[in-house]
């Protein structure tokens, strides 16, 4: 079933768009990644779903005609900055967010009971908020806004800043809640984290520059990425690759200089010596490195 169908949304501020024509839905049991750098419009798109801003044009449809009763009810959100009471415990912060959704003390018991088991945070119960580590406070914010069984989760960066192992735990925690149906929109400046996303959109400056499944998106690369050996000095290298051939992308990958072009397009460089190996079996970081380099590229010729 379609949780939320977006179309169309735009929004600007001081006359720049943050958020331009985008359109995209979420469907239940589905995790759709917002994907770009800072100030892409991951953060507005979601304020904008959540109703905390009006869009200047597009429609959003959810299940229900009254939005605020929809979203109070079903929608479990995280913001950016982490927002628990860091003087209170772990416990008390899920007791303060179950008094705001409503649940009995019996209620609150039986779904605490679940959520210690599902983040591991059993152990940490009378630990203030303040005392977890990193990746602590983002499962105990994810389990706050799970409290009220949520159908729909709107996760803003719920990993940046946070160690590998916890950002592996944090993305096991969202897999078992997909699996039960849930619709998941998380946002990420980590290209490497939209590999688990179902649906991912690449934003740059509000608009949506790729669309798809990671296999759709690294599909479209296929036959276009090549690599030349780094043994010497990297930089000097793309530098010098750039110089010869400005319209293409390329950039450090960890097995050298990787390019996005066709065979013909790489003649110059082809000609200038250097060996060239491909085409390489494309990754999704590859579409979305040639095509935010191109752009880059592009704007600056
Ligand atoms: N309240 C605001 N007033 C003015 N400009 C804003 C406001 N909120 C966001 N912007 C601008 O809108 C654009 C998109 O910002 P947004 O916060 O949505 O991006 P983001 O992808 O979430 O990045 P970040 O992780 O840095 O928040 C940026 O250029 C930002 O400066």
Known sequence: MTL??????????????????????????????????????????????????????????????DHSHWIRSHVGYMPERFSLYEDLT????????????GLSEAQFREKAAWLYRFSRLEPFRTRRAGALSGGMKQKLALSCALLHAPRLLILDEPTTGVDPLSRKEFWDMLDTLKGEGMGILISTPNLGEAEHCDTVLFLHEGKIMLQGSPDQLSGRMEGRIFRIDTETDPRALREEVRRMAPHIPCYLGPDGLRLAATPEELSPIVSAGYRIEGPLSPRLEDAFLATFLGIRDREAL
Not at 13 to 33: C, K, M, N, W
Not at 90 to 101: D, R
């Open 90 to 101: 772990v416990e008390e912060n899920l007791w303060f967010f179950a008094t705001v959704h």
């Open 4 to 65: 939320v169908r977006v179309e169309g949304l735009t929004h600007t501020y001081q006359s720049r768009p943050a958020v331009d024509d985008i359109t995209f839905t979420i469907e239940e049991g589905r995790i759709v990644g917002l994907i770009g750098p800072d100030g892409a419009g991951k953060t507005t798109t979601m304020r904008i779903l959540l109703g905390m801003e009006h869009p200047e044009s597009g429609t959003i449809h959810l299940p229900e005609e």
